[in-house]
């Protein structure tokens, strides 16, 4: 699905909750998404289908990619990949020239969208001090990037 065919709408703040139970149910941290600083939106289709969620970081000028979710009954629709590319739009609009994300899981699904794994101890410090990176995360997190 393109870009062009989802509607990302920011995410107003009595909407939340439902972001919160969406990524808890596929295991996603969602306990700082009340934070002002972090921005969210819903993605819809064009007529008006629900489609997911996604939330961006700005750090200067790189952002932290995170809550990427896809509903259950569109997921394997190429929702995920138009979301990701609706981010890193937005993530250019506030002049970011990198994208940065940790993932358990999703390794694959963000290696085909053109992120690459990077050391976390090359990762700017303004992300490695973000409450995602800070936090204690799995071993088995990969850290990668996109430049945009």
């Known amino acids: 699905m393109a870009v062009s065919r989802l509607r990302g709408l920011p995410l107003a703040a009595w909407e939340r909750d439902g972001l919160k139970t969406a990524l808890r149910r596929v295991g996603l ?7 002002p600083q972090l921005l969210f939106w819903r993605y819809e289709t064009l007529s008006d ?8 970081e700005i750090h200067d000028r790189n952002a932290l ?7 259950p009954p569109l997921r394997h629709a190429g929702m995920g990949r138009a979301i990701v ?21 999703a390794e694959i699904f963000f290696s085909r969208l053109g992120y690459q794994p990077c050391a976390r101890e090359r990762i700017p410090a303004t992300l490695r001090a973000s409450r995602v990176f800070a936090a204690p ?4 997190a990969t850290a990668m990037t996109k430049a945009l």
């Open 65 to 71: 990619l995170r809550s990427v979710v896809t509903l």
């Open 49 to 56: 289908v629900p489609v997911g969620f996604g939330g961006l």
């Open 85 to 105: 590319a609706a981010l890193e739009a937005e993530a250019a609009a506030h002049q970011c020239e990198s994208v940065y994300l940790l993932t358990t899981e």
């Open 29 to 35: 941290p969602a306990d700082d998404i009340e934070e």
């Open 137 to 140: 995360s799995p071993t088995t």
